[in-house]
């Protein structure tokens, strides 16, 4: 009977410190929220650059009384650019540390791996720079947890068709693309469309492969159909090599490409080459709308952030609009009032489509190669 009792006494202890458990973290304070990225390897430029804005974004949300009466925790993990080291980060933050959402990662090849994680945890991500498509959308169902700020690759080929036509004018549009580049053939392949959609005309339509370095007998079939615009969706090395040789051929169309083109190299290679062109981009770093926050992110961390640091600033407040609306921290609330999302972020509207989880119809930045310098012209959008 005695050892009746003491085993019913020790279930009892047992339980007791089960509930004290539970009950202190229900009762806490403060609740996690996930950030995985790249803090080394090579991109880790852009890593901690987001990793540093969202730090920065959550320490606002603290100072100012935190969110729905709690502080917000931030805990990191280092994906070393991994898909496989983004799928272990993610488990330990769903599992170990009971984050309610993650931010990040900054690109395509850790974001998509990570989808059935979230699934099986019911913890909603929302992905910064990762621009593929199938980071939310495969096989034409939406993934219930994903999310994304930026964005998608197509959609940039649509910016670049709606404003050579509808804003530059120009009615005839050749295209040179890489044909065994992914990135180049979705913006191009929204490109074609958009432009003649529109009622424009593509003139002639040219490929060439990765690791090519001479255009010129592409660039000949492009002079004789005479364009107004040439569409050059690839990276700013073969941009500047495209652009020098047609230049050399006497071709005097206007040159635009999507955000391939950033980088500070491409001026420096091209020269005048590429003088008069524009392309898009998620942002422009002189557009008066990012100054605050370029201004306060330079006091505290002593340097400009990059692109990926505005981009989590906006995934920040996108998840903070949706936790006020779902007005709980639990992951399926949070998702469900995700894509309901409808704010101005520092990087344009964020307007999250149910059937995408997208920003859809966001503004482009125009940028404009100007006197040997990038200008912003405007923000913009496929109408």
Request: negative net charge.
């Amino acid at each position: 009977m005695k050892k009746l009792v003491s085993l019913m006494l020790s279930v009892l202890l047992i339980i007791s410190l089960f509930s004290g458990c539970s009950g202190k973290q229900a009762s806490s304070d403060v609740v996690k929220v996930g950030w995985i990225g790249s803090l080394t390897g090579d991109q880790a430029v852009w890593g901690i650059s987001e990793s540093s804005a969202v730090e920065m974004f959550f320490e606002e949300i603290n100072n100012n009384g935190g969110l729905l009466g709690k502080k917000i925790e931030v805990v990191k993990y280092d994906t070393r650019g991994d898909g496989t080291e983004a799928v272990n980060a993610v488990r330990r933050l769903t599992g170990q540390d009971k984050v309610i959402a993650i931010i990040g990662p900054n690109s395509s090849g850790q974001a998509i791996p990570i989808s059935s994680v979230l699934e099986e945890m019911k913890v909603p991500d929302i992905a910064t720079v990762a621009t593929n498509p199938k980071v939310t959308v495969v096989d034409g169902k939406v993934k219930p947890y994903n999310f994304r700020v930026c964005f998608i690759d197509p959609y940039q080929g649509a910016v670049a068709a709606g404003y050579a036509i509808d804003v530059l004018k120009f009615n005839k549009a050749a295209i040179l693309y890489d044909v065994g580049d992914d990135y180049s053939q979705g913006l191009t392949q929204y490109f074609e469309e958009t432009f003649t959609k529109k009622g424009g005309k593509i003139v002639a339509k040219e490929g060439f492969k990765s690791g090519d370095v001479d255009f010129r007998a592409q660039l000949t079939k492009i002079k004789d159909a005479n364009p107004d615009v040439i569409f050059m969706p690839y990276f700013f090395k073969e941009v500047a090599l495209s652009a020098k040789q047609a230049r050399e051929l006497g071709i005097k169309a206007t040159f635009i490409g999507g955000d391939g083109w950033t980088s500070d190299q491409l001026i420096s290679m091209a020269k005048d080459a590429i003088e008069g062109s524009y392309y898009v981009n998620h942002l422009d770093y002189n557009d008066p709308t990012v100054q605050d926050f370029k201004n306060k992110y330079k006091e505290k961390f002593g340097k400009d952030p990059e692109l990926n640091g505005y981009l989590a600033y906006d995934a920040c407040s996108m998840l903070v609009e949706a936790i006020k609306k779902a007005n709980s921290f639990e992951g399926e609330k949070i998702k469900d009032a995700l894509e309901t999302v409808d704010i101005v972020g520092i990087t344009g509207k964020l307007k999250i489509g149910k059937d995408s989880h997208n920003p859809e119809g966001k503004d482009a930045a125009i940028i404009k190669i100007e006197n040997g310098a990038l200008k912003f012209i405007e923000k913009y959008q496929v109408q």
